[in-house]
């Protein structure tokens, strides 16, 4: 399979190491899997400790020189970057689709908006003010000034190869940070282009450094960042149960971190809401990347009142939703991303069944060949499904299914909708619909999360804080909250003024 590209030297096989493109030491490789149809797409490193090792050593003889650039001439060198990726939409769009399975619509969108990242932290690099304190005492004068933390590993994840790359990087840079990255094992080959087009905005070498490493050899590539102290920060999007292990081990050398974990998002629907903007709001959160989003909804909770009427509407647009390979330009759900994403979601809702759920519609795996129209094809699709009648003893009331499944719960009262919804270790994304003024303040109040869709399905902006409370981790992503997580605050006192 080839993805059709304009400039096919996008495609990159090697690592991005001090400004040069390097097969791994060990020179083993890995294998990209297109996922709508199980065939090998393209080759990358297999990266181990060694190269782990490289890229922070030229992340940290990079950093002097980067940092002491004015925050206007980093801008210029994002914006330029920001243009190039907006020039190399599609082709971007056609690799994201290829190595991660989404619809090109959805992939167009994730490079507008992974773009929307650099363009903003390219503004906010020449705005990183610190502060003069009235000083307490005459004669001295108090600085507050705001310094980067240094060299930064990004960990990045599958569903946004693009997106959350970028988000990472942006601000990373625009700090006076330089960075050394690992993308997802299924999706590397995004990122590789993304660091290819920033190597040709002329970013300086050892600016951005990049390796590729297989789920095996993902910990040998971690562990030489955990362990080494010049890795100031690390920024992660991924599983809490990671997340967790990452924060335990850089505590040896008390690393910043910024964890962007699970969720496992509460959808509510109130009885004064209105239901078709319910309805729609729920399918653009719930089936954006079929559902393989860490905001999207994972429990829908419908007042008794207006439950039947919304599983009803719910259920007519649900098997109207069109499945297949992002090759279909009219596909709007693709694959998932591997065999064992599609076994969790068989597993949810088989336990579901058995807990007294009604299946409304999907509810089944579907066969590659046919969906996509191609014999032989081996891709992982499964059915957009609604469940009603869920309640908290199944599997997927407790853990995110990570896919199109859509369960129903009926609620009475506010009170019991916000101890349900609350009801979970997890606090990234709640959404609810109401009309009524009152109740609007009410519930966002008590919702434990760190994002909330009030009337609103589609929440992901740059200029918004993106972040979970609880174990869906801290630090924020996009906004003027952005750079906090990349800088540190220097205290100045000068005396003897008098
Ligand atoms: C995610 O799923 O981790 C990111 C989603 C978003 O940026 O909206």
């Known amino acids: 399979m080839h993805a059709n590209l304009t400039r096919a030297e996008l495609l990159r096989a090697h690592n991005y190491i001090g400004g040069q493109w390097l097969p791994a030491a060990s020179g083993e490789q890995l294998a990209v899997v297109n996922p709508a149809t199980g065939a090998i797409f393209a080759h990358v490193a297999d990266s181990g400790a060694a190269d782990a090792l490289a890229a922070v050593d030229a992340a940290q003889a990079a950093f002097g020189s980067w940092r002491a650039r004015s925050g206007r001439e980093r801008a210029q060198l994002l914006k330029r970057w920001h243009a190039l990726i907006l020039a190399n939409q599609e082709d971007l769009a056609r690799i994201i689709s290829t190595e991660q399975g989404k619809p090109l619509a959805e992939s167009r969108g994730e490079v507008l908006y992974g773009a929307s990242y650099v363009e903003w932290f390219a503004e ?81 070498p050892g600016t951005i450094n990049i390796v590729s490493a297989s789920r095996e050899r993902t910990p040998e590539v971690v562990d030489v960042w955990l362990a080494d102290s010049r890795v100031r920060k690390i920024t992660f999007t991924g599983s809490t149960p990671v997340g967790k292990h990452l924060a335990r081990e850089s505590a040896g050398t008390l690393k910043k971190l910024s964890l962007e974990l699970g969720g496992n998002a509460p959808f509510i629907v109130f009885e004064d809401a209105d239901l078709d903007a319910a309805v729609e709001g729920l399918m653009v ?62 597993r949810h809702v088989q336990d579901a069944l058995a807990h007294g759920a009604r299946l409304v519609v999907g509810g089944k795996r579907l066969d590659a060949a046919q969906v996509s129209g191609t014999p032989g094809a081996a891709g992982h699709y499964y059915a957009p499904t609604v469940l009603a009648h869920a309640n908290t003893s199944m599997a997927l009331a407790q ?100």
């Not at 020449?126 to 307490?136: A, N, S």
């Not at 601000?171 to 040709?200: F, I, N, Q, S, W």
């Not at 939703?321 to 694959?335: C, K």
């Open 399 to 498: 853990e995110e299914t990570f896919g199109p499944v859509v369960p129903v719960f009926r609620f009475s009262t506010e009170a019991e909708v916000i101890r349900l919804a609350n009801d979970t270790p997890f606090g990234l994304a709640a959404y609810f619909y109401s009309r009524d003024a009152a109740r609007v303040w009410r519930v966002a109040d008590q919702l434990e999360t760190g994002i909330v869709g009030i009337n609103e399905g589609a929440l992901a902006a740059e200029a918004a804080p993106f972040g979970g409370v609880k174990e869906s981790g801290y630090g924020r992503e996009g906004s003027r909250h952005g750079l906090d997580d990349y800088q540190h605050i220097k205290y100045l006192c000068q005396g003897g003024l008098l």
């Open 124 to 204: 906010e690099a020449t705005r990183t003010y610190g502060d003069l304190i009235p000083e307490p005492v005459r004669g001295r004068k108090l600085m507050a000034v705001k310094e980067p933390v240094g060299v930064v590993a990004a960990i990045t994840p599958w569903n946004f190869p693009l997106a959350m790359i970028a988000r990472k990087f942006a601000p990373a840079l625009a700090a006076g940070c330089t960075v050394v990255a690992k993308p997802a094992e299924d999706t590397p080959l995004t990122a590789l282009a993304l660091v290819r087009l920033a190597e040709e905005a002329g970013l300086p």
């Open 285 to 346: 959160s719930k089936f954006r990347n079929a559902g393989q989003t860490c905001v999207c909804p994972n429990r829908v909770f419908v007042q008794a009142s207006v439950h039947d009427a919304f599983v009803h509407k719910l259920g007519e647009r649900v098997s109207a939703l069109r499945v297949g390979p992002a090759s279909h330009e009219a596909s709007q759900i693709g694959p998932m991303i591997n065999a064992r994403a599609v076994e969790k979601i068989e």
